[in-house]
């Protein structure tokens, strides 16, 4: 379907295009991209006829977001979310692209659950799914997996999601092997020991009585990961960066040159321990929530581009897995729908550009993901002749987070409470993916 999408302001992070234009797309890429200043003198191609026109006056137009950490709870939890929901919860937050981590039941170890799950993805026709392979068999930290054959199969990169590696010595196994053949490893940073509490360390923690988590326990694994580095040459992105101290550490490595990057979720870039309130399981997420001043240096390090990415880390969570005392209750929040609103929320705040609000959700994660399968140099980019990836919000548009007007099948999220949501910037009004329309706005 040939489509037109008018009059809208549309920013381009990788390229620092950020003009009222008109985009043409035909044949799932854009043919055209036509600055409607009269001045420019450009026009749209002779031959294109539009099906179908998108009044963008008023909003942004930008490459479809590349979301780095997305749970999809299929297989084995679907209980918790569906490919089908939680896809239409992708592209219902403007998410044209993301990864999901490998813990999964059973964990995606083998090709053929690689092959399985990306073709039951293609077959809904909404958001792209790029696979983590797991690091070792089972997420058990013993024996490595194939990699090629996993590669192969569609995976962009290896991790143990929430499982630590116990033995440093696999750890440099995994890293000297991925970097022989140039994959990258995907490492949350906790220490297997230090990191087993359900809040951060504190007096907010001490005073509600809940085994608590280090800082050193993110910072005692960064050293050990760096150190690897060092040796290997490996190619690591860090997860969910969770403190000022773990942040100073990746500042440092990516001074020094190590091949790393990293991103943080938008629970610790918003939140802090203080959010837990009287033991509300909503705020029971990975990693813990920290304090303000670790708050405050998550935004400064995104905004400056220490941390590279920002991420939904979307964890459908059910009823049952949250009506628990906070320390039983499962950990994770739902944030597809929230991660374009909350970028553009910490801009505000921070008083960032909205040209970097986009970036981190664009651009940067996708040079993180680098040339993947079948998608070029196009993922999270707007260019004639590259692939019609995009979202169509408008900044001005205000709506309150209400869970049961979220499409995943996970409603719970700190940024809802209990009568009421948190009012929100950045509406979508429209999601394309490969040309075609997956979403559109109320």
């Given at each position: ?110 090709p053929g659950l690689i092959e399985m799950l990306k073709f039951r993805a293609e077959k809904l026709h909404r958001a792209r799914v790029f696979p983590l392979g797991a690091l070792t068999r089972g997420l058990k930290g013993e024996v490595l997996t194939e990699m090629s054959d996993l590669t192969d199969a ?211 994660p996708a040079k993180v993901l680098g040339k993947v399968q079948g998608q070029s140099n196009s993922l999270g980019q707007l260019h004639v002749g590259g692939v019609a990836d995009i979202v169509v919000f408008d900044p001005a548009m205000e709506w309150q987070v209400s869970p049961d007007a979220l499409h ?35």
């Amino acid at each position: 379907m040939n489509i037109l999408i008018q009059n809208g302001r549309v920013i381009d992070p990788a390229s620092g295009f950020d003009h009222i234009a008109d985009v043409a797309v035909a044949d799932g890429h854009i043919v055209a991209i036509v600055k409607t200043d009269a001045k420019s003198g450009e026009k749209l191609p002779a031959n294109f006829k539009a099906e179908q026109t998108i009044d963008a006056k008023g909003c942004i137009v930008a490459p479809g977001l590349v979301d780095l950490q997305v749970r999809l709870r299929e297989p084995g939890h679907e209980h918790e979310g569906m490919l089908a929901s939680e896809l239409m919860a992708a592209v219902a937050g403007g998410v044209t692209s993301l990864v999901c981590p490998p813990d999964t039941d059973p964990v995606l170890d083998e090709p053929g659950l690689i092959e399985m799950l990306k073709f039951r993805a293609e077959k809904l026709h909404r958001a792209r799914v790029f696979p983590l392979g797991a690091l070792t068999r089972g997420l058990k930290g013993e024996v490595l997996t194939e990699m090629s054959d996993l590669t192969d199969a569609g995976c962009v990169g290896f991790s143990q999601a929430e499982v630590p590696l116990e033995n440093t010595q696999v750890l440099q196994r995994a890293l000297q092997y991925a970097s022989t053949f140039g994959y990258t490893v995907w490492l949350r940073p906790q220490d297997m020991h230090l990191g087993k509490g359900v809040a951060a360390t504190g007096s907010l923690a001490t005073r509600l009585g809940l085994s608590s988590v280090p800082v050193a326990a993110e910072t005692i694994a960064l050293h050990t990961i760096f150190a690897l580095m060092r040796s290997t040459k490996a190619r690591v992105h860090l997860c969910r960066i969770s403190s000022a101290e773990g942040v100073e550490l990746v500042r440092a490595a990516k001074q020094e040159g190590l091949s790393v990057t990293a991103d943080v979720s938008i629970n610790s870039l918003h939140l802090s321990d203080h959010d837990i309130g009287y033991f509300d399981s909503r705020a029971r997420v990975t990693p813990v929530l920290r304090q303000q001043r670790d708050r405050d240096a998550l935004r400064a390090a995104l905004a400056d581009g220490t941390l590279d990415a920002l991420v939904s880390d979307h964890t459908p969570i059910d009823n049952d897995g949250k009506a628990l005392p906070f320390a039983e209750a499962e950990s994770g929040a739902t944030g597809l729908e929230l991660l374009l609103s909350l970028s553009f929320k910490w801009a505000n705040d921070s008083k960032v550009s909205v040209l970097r609000a986009l970036d981190v959700l664009t651009a940067q994660p996708a040079k993180v993901l680098g040339k993947v399968q079948g998608q070029s140099n196009s993922l999270g980019q707007l260019h004639v002749g590259g692939v019609a990836d995009i979202v169509v919000f408008d900044p001005a548009m205000e709506w309150q987070v209400s869970p049961d007007a979220l499409h995943s099948q996970g409603k719970h999220t700190p940024f809802a409470f209990d009568m009421t949501g948190m009012v929100m910037p950045a509406r979508v009004k429209a999601t394309l993916v490969a040309g075609q329309i997956a979403y559109v706005g109320a």
